[in-house]
């Protein structure tokens, strides 16, 4: 018998994956951790032939300490302390309006940094942020859906 409900199991693996693609995609994710691509995949892999596969301790800091942001942290401090994964919401046309809003934040600050024909080393770290804060809102959404929970809309 699993220790952790689906829904949190299905929290874990989103934002695995949400941290291999703040990494740049699991392949760099592996290379950092000098763990093999195929091994990280199944970690992050809701299927039934993963599901019980869950990101090591030891690998889940390391990843945490390289990303700009603390997914797998954050994912287990919900989960211990029974919060609900809130930040996203009910699936409702202001959440997804503010979604747009957030990855419109990610265009806009690429657009600024690229008119010059040059992107320096503050614009590639606003660039940065604009991006995780996008990938913590579509991890949150996708832990969502993964979890089939219906947003709030029967």
């Not at 990101?55 to 889940?60: K, S």
């Not at 945490?64 to 699936?91: N, Q, W, Y």
């Not at 080393?121 to 996708?142: F, G, H, P």
Request: proline share 2%; with cysteine.
């Amino acid at each position: 018998m699993r220790a952790i409900s689906d829904i949190n199991a299905s929290i874990i693996k989103a934002a695995t994956a949400a941290a291999y693609e703040a990494m740049g995609g699991v392949s760099r994710a592996a290379e950092a951790l000098g763990v093999a691509s195929s091994t990280l995949t199944k970690y992050a892999s809701p299927s039934d032939e993963w599901r019980e596969s869950f990101i090591r301790l030891d690998l889940a800091v390391e990843l945490d300490r390289r990303c700009e942001h603390p997914f797998l942290l954050s994912a287990m401090t919900r989960i211990v302390k029974d919060e609900k994964p809130a930040s996203f919401g009910a699936v409702t046309a202001s959440a997804i309006l503010k979604l747009d809003g957030v990855l419109d934040d990610v265009v806009r600050a690429v657009a600024s940094a690229i008119e010059d024909n040059h992107i320096d080393a503050a614009e590639r770290l606003a660039i940065r942020n604009r991006i995780v804060a996008a990938k913590q809102y579509l991890a949150s959404l996708d832990a969502m859906m993964i979890g089939g929970v219906d947003g709030g809309r029967t």
